[in-house]
């Protein structure tokens, strides 16, 4: 059983506060999932009036050039493991995790990396009716449980719609290039930032998590970003914005 997530914040009785929460993933990274997944167990732990806002910024970590030839995901998960990991070590320990989560990884279902542009395309059009968090959701689990090919416009079409996408949104995302140049521009700003990987979580815009942890992390850093140390009040706080 997962005790961590009981551990709640300690709830705010005076006034009502919004907490910004940058999220930076991509949909072909596991551990973006993963994150993902605990982010919204961490958020479960919040008491009092909070209003929580999530902010996506797609990350290509897999973004390809002009003759690049395809890789299979495998390769890919390859070359992102550290010295000594086997990717079918890393499968079944992700598998391990996805399943404590509810998320059910099917990794044999995978083939050639696909990609997620279009994916993200689609989720920046979805964050202006606060759809963003359904659709990538929907994306994560088509892709990693279904194997289903996330670089499909069709396919994406319908992801959208089946999450909560207007008609007129799913419409411009098919007829139109919206989107495009905020894609472009916000990787630029994060390779800037010296954002090389994925998953990165920003809380409150002052407590930088990277990487992959665990939900007792997050809550802990939910805890650090909403009530923060006396030393901290009024110092530089990052962006990703």
């Known amino acids: 059983m997962d005790t961590t997530t009981r551990t709640t914040i300690r709830p705010l009785t005076d006034v009502r506060k919004t907490l910004d929460i940058d999220l930076v993933a991509d949909f072909t990274c596991p551990w ?3 994150g993902m997944v605990q982010l919204t167990r961490a958020l479960g732990s919040l008491e009092g009036d909070i209003e929580t806002r999530l902010r996506w910024h797609p990350f290509r970590m897999a973004r390809r050039t002009d003759g690049a030839g395809e890789r299979s995901f495998h390769d890919y998960l390859a070359e992102r493991l550290p010295a000594g990991i086997s990717v079918p070590f890393a499968e079944k320990s992700l598998t391990e995790a996805g399943r404590e989560l509810g998320i059910d990884f099917h990794f044999e279902k995978l083939g050639s990396l696909p990609s997620t542009s279009e994916a993200h395309r689609l989720v920046q059009l979805a964050a202006n009716e606060g759809q963003h968090a359904n659709v990538a959701t929907a994306i994560f689990r088509a892709y990693f449980e279904d194997g289903a090919d ?5 396919v994406l079409t319908r992801l959208g719609a089946d ?26 700003r994060l390779r800037g930032f010296g954002v090389r990987t994925v998953p990165n979580l920003l809380f409150g815009g002052r407590v930088l998590v990277p990487g992959t942890v665990n939900v007792a992390t997050y809550v802990h850093a939910l805890d650090q970003a909403l009530f923060p140390a006396p030393e901290d009040e009024g110092a530089p706080q990052p962006t990703l914005q």
Do not use: C, P, Y
């Open 150 to 154: 996330i670089a499909d416009i069709n």
């Open 163 to 188: 999450a909560g996408m207007s008609d007129k949104t799913v419409q411009a995302f098919r007829e139109t290039r919206e989107g495009d140049t905020a894609l472009i521009g916000g990787e630029d």
């Open 32 to 34: 973006s999932w993963l």
